[in-house]
């Protein structure tokens, strides 16, 4: 797409901040993970953080645009903590929940276009696919992401039609490369997403 990779906020003081600013950290999620590191809002913070310290004008994050990504961290800190099957619906509810505030939150703070990752087919990685000895994906993963994606674009169908929301739809795009790959019919596509938006 010919975007530069954003500086990772841990290097702020040491690189250039020129092409934007990476807060994400590996294995976190929208909640508290396993991992010691920031979850979603806390991220936010630190972005928030660093506006106050006038390192970004508001006038320089109309021209931005926020790219707000989940892996499915929470999802799996879910089921390795116990979390039922039949809860998870309700505990994706939250997740989105959550992720909406956050994604308000950020343009509250003056970036006015965001964009958000859907769920890739989370029944598809290995995690899940271990109990197919790797050969197929597994249902349930598949269904609580196109869950999660439904409410995803939902939320932003919902917004004003001013608003400039996104979510960029990694379910099919990683399904298009899987099945492209089974049928040996070409190369992976390198990005391929449909865009969802309230306007």
Known sequence: MGIKSPTPYRYRKLRSIKY????????????????????????????????KEKLYTKDGLKFSTALVSVSGNDYGIYLARGGSPQGLPAFIVSVVKQ????????????????????????????????????????????????FHNLLLTSMVEELKPE?????LDMYDAFMSAMKKHENGTGDFPIFMVELHHSS
């Open 20 to 51: 934007g600013m990476n807060f994400a950290y590996g294995g976190t999620g929208v909640f508290d993970t396993l991992v010691a590191a920031p979850n979603k809002t806390k991220q936010i913070d630190l972005f928030e953080q660093l506006l």
């Open 163 to 167: 608003s400039k929301f996104v979510v």
């Open 99 to 146: 992720l909406g505030l956050d994604r308000q939150r950020i343009h509250d703070l003056g970036v006015l276009k965001v964009a958000v990752l859907g769920i890739q087919p989370l029944g598809c990685l290995p995690e899940f696919t271990m109990e197919y000895s790797y050969k197929k994906c597994n249902l349930t993963g598949n269904l609580a992401a196109l």
